[in-house]
């Protein structure tokens, strides 16, 4: 099975969330959750990880979570497989607690928006499960410390959070000033929640960041991507990397058709140069066909694989001639390989 690619440096941020096993609670009581914020503060203690928010829901927790030094695999997997330990030993079972591999969702730490949009989203988590009517209430996570309610662990500091919503962690109405924050974010998702989840690319991303730091993340995961069997990786983010390769590869191949990309919207679905752009495409990248057709404006998916077919069989004499001009673009070194940088595609991320 295809694993998301992890990327550590010093100093990186990120969202970490893990579900129970097939679904299944990973807290059953009130001793486990004690449990687990003990491990995860010898978790920190041994790593020097930094925790700036977490909340602990029944079958899955959130971490808003600062690595100093590149060490997020290291410290997951001892943290992850000592609570599991505990909790199998507590309860007398065998087998997973959590569920495949954690999320880990990459978040530029050097823009304090970002922080303030992962750090709400994990404290508004128990009000949107419905396990409380008003913010600060459910005490397994950080928002009581947050709100001066309780003494916050040492392994968790709260400067961070509370600047990114500018509120000053040395006055001693900060709390107050968090909770009035926390207040008015809520009613205005209660507010507006016909008009979607406002929260979904935090869930379903792979980073949150500008493009500049996009595209420092999409370097290192194609190096990263390099150095092993492609299929070893998947995921958002190494489907980010392939769809923005795939978009150098489109320019070069425009440019040796003499086309230029607006004229992709108005040429028909079945344009000639189209196919087989769309069948060179599919032969020098991994970008799925979905994708293809989107950037080609070719409708339907299946119209990729069919003009690929079409390319291939070599029977039309037109296609033949626009394949021999692709072709020699790789010939004057136009064409990069799966894993060159650059480009400026990027999805599945929030920004």
Same mark, same amino acid.
């Given at each position: 099975m295809p694993r998301q690619p992890r990327i550590e440096y010093a100093g990186a941020l990120y969202h970490i969330m893990s579900r129970g096993d097939r679904g299944e609670a990973i807290f059953d009581d009130d001793i486990d959750r004690h449990q687990f914020l003990k491990t995860l503060g010898e978790t920190c203690g041994r790593t020097g990880w930094i925790v700036h928010a977490y909340v602990l829901m029944q079958n899955h927790f959130h971490l808003l979570l600062e690595t100093p030094a590149a060490n997020l695999?290291?410290?997951?997997?001892?943290?992850?497989s000592t609570y599991t330990l505990r909790y199998n030993g507590r309860h007398q079972r065998r087998g997973h607690v959590f569920q495949g591999r954690y999320k880990a969702v990459m978040i530029d730490p050097e823009e304090f928006g970002f922080t303030a949009r992962?750090?709400?989203?994990?404290?508004?988590?128990?009000?949107?499960?419905? *396990?409380?009517? =008003? /913010?600060?209430?459910?005490?397994?996570?950080?928002?009581?410390?947050?709100l001066? #309610?309780?003494m916050p662990p040492a392994w968790l500091e709260l400067e961070r959070v509370y600047g990114s919503?500018?509120?000053?962690?040395?006055?001693? *109405?900060?709390? =107050? /000033?968090?909770?009035?924050?926390?207040?008015?974010?809520?009613?205005?998702?209660? #507010?507006?929640k016909d008009q979607g989840d406002t929260w979904e690319c935090l869930r379903r991303g792979w980073c949150i960041g500008d493009g500049a730091f996009r595209e420092r993340l999409l370097k290192a995961i194609g190096k990263k991507v390099a150095r092993a069997r492609r299929e070893t990786y998947g995921g958002g983010a190494k489907r980010a990397h392939d769809d923005r390769n795939a978009s150098i590869i489109i320019q070069a191949g425009l440019s040796a058709l003499g086309l230029k990309s607006k004229e992709l919207v108005i040429l028909r679905k079945r344009d000639k140069r189209k196919q087989v752009l769309a069948w060179w495409l599919?032969?020098?990248?991994?970008?799925?066909?979905?994708?293809i057709s989107q950037q080609l404006h070719m409708g339907h998916r299946t119209a990729v694989?069919?003009?690929?077919?079409?390319?291939?069989?070599?029977?039309?004499?037109?296609?033949?001639?626009?394949?021999?001009l692709l072709e020699n673009t790789k010939n004057h070194g136009l064409t990069p390989t799966p894993s060159s940088?650059?480009?400026?595609?990027?999805?599945?991320t929030c920004h």
């Open positions: 695999v290291v410290g997951m997997k001892w943290c992850l992962v750090s709400t989203y994990i404290h508004l988590n128990p009000l949107r499960a419905g *396990l409380e009517n =008003r /913010a600060g209430k459910y005490i397994w996570g950080s928002l009581p410390a947050y001066g #309610r309780a919503v500018e509120i000053d962690s040395h006055s001693r *109405l900060a709390g =107050r /000033a968090y909770g009035r924050y926390l207040d008015r974010v809520w009613r205005i998702d209660t #507010r507006h599919n032969r020098h990248t991994s970008a799925e066909n979905e994708w694989s069919k003009a690929s077919k079409a390319v291939a069989d070599g029977i039309d004499p037109e296609l033949n001639k626009l394949r021999q940088d650059g480009g400026p595609v990027f999805h599945g």
